[in-house]
């Protein structure tokens, strides 16, 4: 566990997807139930060339290319639909991207699987730090995903993506000024943000002076954040 000396942490913000719920599990469902309604048959090596083609799509801002017209710039509601349904337009190279993209939204209900550890640290630490959720996905599947992992009433409020004006990731240092708007904090420093992405966890919300947690175990050679550990329970012992 890598730790450096910062200030005392009073509040927790953590991600949802790989951190507290297997995101590659629940996506693996939702693609699951997207292909049976396409009457496809599933393999297993199509499923993860579509996981590495959304990683694409999100995190090289491949959506930013798509010209959004006019009528989906009406309001954010629309304009997120629009840039979402775009996935399943270049990648299935279909006619209705806005069906499939209905389809696997349900379909993401159909498989949460908690990362270990996730209610015990969640549970436990709550009682002592008021915690949030920050993520890429989309807010109605998160309360969703907190609410099957029993963790909903532990979580004080989410900010997601979609409820960006203009739709951006937490790699954009947009997401986390609206993101403190809309939890109303003055003093950064006093929450911990906790990812397992390092870019959007680490070294963006770090830029806004918030304490930082990467939870993984890969090693960066010139580490941004101030803590790292590989288990959520080494949460406990940061604060």
């Given at each position: ?121 969640v549970s436990s630490l709550a009682c002592y730090y008021p915690s949030y959720i920050s993520t890429n996905g989309v807010s109605e599947v998160a ?97």
């Amino acid at each position: 566990m890598v730790v450096r000396w910062v200030m005392a942490i009073k509040y927790l913000i953590y991600d949802l997807d790989d951190t507290l719920v297997s995101d590659v599990l629940n996506q693996q469902g939702a693609f699951q139930f997207l292909l049976r309604f396409l009457n496809i048959p599933y393999r297993e090596e199509l499923f993860f060339k579509w996981h590495q083609f959304d990683q694409d799509y999100w995190k090289k801002e491949i959506y930013k290319t798509i010209k959004v017209p006019e009528e989906y710039q009406k309001n954010k509601e629309s304009y997120t639909e629009y840039v979402r349904s775009q996935r399943f337009a270049l990648f299935f190279k279909t006619d209705f991207p806005f069906l499939l993209n209905q389809v696997y939204q349900q379909g993401l209900f159909s498989c949460i699987v908690p990362i270990l550890d996730a209610y015990e640290t969640v549970s436990s630490l709550a009682c002592y730090y008021p915690s949030y959720i920050s993520t890429n996905g989309v807010s109605e599947v998160a309360k969703y995903k907190l609410k099957q992992l029993q963790l909903d009433s532990f979580i004080e409020g989410i900010f997601s993506a979609d409820m960006t004006t203009h739709t951006v990731t937490k790699a954009r240092e947009e997401f986390w000024e609206e993101l403190i708007q809309f939890f109303q904090i003055k003093q950064t420093k006093e929450y911990l943000v906790i990812g397992d992405n390092y870019r959007d966890d680490v070294c963006t919300p770090k830029k806004l002076g918030f304490q930082t947690c990467y939870f993984s175990s890969d090693y960066m050679p010139d580490f941004q954040g101030d803590y790292q550990i590989q288990h959520l329970r080494e949460l406990k012992k940061i604060v």
